[in-house]
């Protein structure tokens, strides 16, 4: 494994990998809903901003819980 080749890092789980493999919040600006305003000030209580880098995996749990929890916004009101 060529360490060199992995120089980004990810927030949550600490792990490095490849650069071009970074995943941030703002690729969720395309999934229809939550908004991607709502995203925002969700990741901001978490205190995750739109520069933050993930990995693959981590950002698929980002996108989980937060659509998650949107859902049980939407159905609490
Ligand atoms: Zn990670």
Redesign the pocket.
Known sequence: MNSKTKNAQ??????M?KEKEIYTIQQLQYRKSPSYQWTREFFDVLEIGEWDS??????N?HKKISHDIWMKYCNSI
């Open positions: 990810c927030k949550r789980c600490l792990g990998f993930f990995c693959e995996s981590c950002m749990y």
